[in-house]
């Protein structure tokens, strides 16, 4: 399975981003992590095949995750971005869930990663 991000870039507090992730085959469980400097990965948002969804707290609301499975692409919209919002964005995607349709949030649950794309925002 191959994931390859778009999508990322500079905006403005308060501005929005879409985020795309092509996939070559769609998994059970996919979904977005970020990275910012000196700080862990942590899981943003995750969609079962099912289309159940969950967030990370800080992006309740701002957020809103989907996939289209017919174009095989993983879709993170971003709306009200923050400055804590600056980081590497990356997708990924689990084969190997059979814990329900809430997916997993950690990263050792996911086998496969993009590369990642950086999302800058400036205050």
């Known amino acids: 399975v191959q994931l390859v991000e778009s999508g990322g870039g500079s905006v403005q507090a308060g501005g929005s981003l879409r985020l795309s992730c092509s996939y070559t085959?769609?998994?059970?469980?996919m979904g977005w992590f970020r990275q910012a400097p000196g700080k862990e990965r942590e899981g943003v948002a995750f969609?079962?095949?099912?289309?159940?969804?969950r967030y990370e707290d800080s992006v309740k609301g701002r957020f809103a995750i989907s996939r289209d499975n017919a174009k095989d692409t993983l879709i993170l919209q971003m709306s009200d971005l923050k400055f804590d919002d600056t980081a590497m964005y990356y997708c990924?995607?689990?084969?190997?869930?059979?814990?329900?349709?809430?997916?997993?949030?950690?990263?050792?649950?996911?086998?496969?990663w993009g590369q990642g794309t950086q999302v800058t925002i400036s205050s």
């Open positions: 990924a995607a689990s084969h190997s869930w059979r814990g329900g349709s809430r997916c997993p949030t950690t990263e050792g649950n996911f086998d496969f």
């Open positions: 085959y769609s998994l059970i469980c």
């Open positions: 969609i079962h095949s099912d289309g159940t969804t």
